[in-house]
């Protein structure tokens, strides 16, 4: 391993402390360290401060410092790289973030080794058409959200599946999850918990007016188009909790399954269900 690109949660202490340590040890080791300018600014070494859209460049590895919101950053700075990642919980509980602080040297270690194994998540490929054309794309980790933003009225959603209509929507938003996001929103929402193994999209209205408030589970095949059927309305678009402002009216979101998948490092025995039945066992035991 030649070099590393570590991220972090600005806002977190822990964060600024646990980097400066890193970037120490990884030193010691003859591996390169670059960081966004913005987060090396943070902790005093704007020597490896580097531009965000090269940061993944000849990189091995990703480490973010933070959570699970630090991991989703993560994935957008890629950029279609095939970098693995490393999440280290900084904060409470999540579903994503494999290590804690207290085993994170041990775990490089085997990572410089290669004695590690990746978890590969599917994303979605979110295409915001207009006039026939692609203006906007993304792909994401969580989920994309069509919402009516800061409209206090509900926004009329016409939703076609594979090229067929299926369904009008009155509500606050629609969501499209993969099972990785299947418990960040859509779970809020009243959507299923899915494996992340299982390869599939969900669909989750937001407050339906409708006694029809249920999710669909889709194929990983499938094309969801979403169109705001409001003449005067124009949806928000939000992509793993970064919302797009839209000056201007489009025609449909268009969302499948991306061709690219992302690699989080995992380790032990630390699969999908331990960690949701301890996550159950926490929201049990503090109400949520």
Known sequence: MKSVAIIIHIKKPSAKKVAIELISWLSKRGIEVKMVKSDASAIGRDDLGIKSDVLITNVDLLIALGGDGTILRAVRLLGGKDVPILGVNLGKFGFLAEVDVENLYNVLSQIIEGKYQCDKRMLLRCEVIK?????????????????????????????????????????????????????????????????????????TPVCPHSFFNRSIVLSKSDEVCIRCIDRHAIPTITFDGITISQRESFDYLKITTSSREVNLIKFGERDFYTVLKEKLEAWTRVGG
């Open 131 to 203: 006039d026939g054309e692609s203006v906007l794309e993304r792909d994401v980790l969580n989920e994309v959200v069509a919402g009516r933003g800061a409209q206090q009225r509900l926004i009329r959603f016409k939703v076609d599946i594979n090229g067929k209509f299926f369904a009008n929507y009155s509500s606050d938003s629609v969501i499209l999850a993969t099972p990785t996001g299947s418990t960040a929103y859509s779970l809020s929402a009243g959507g299923p918990l899915i494996s992340p193994a299982i390869k599939v999209m969900v669909m």
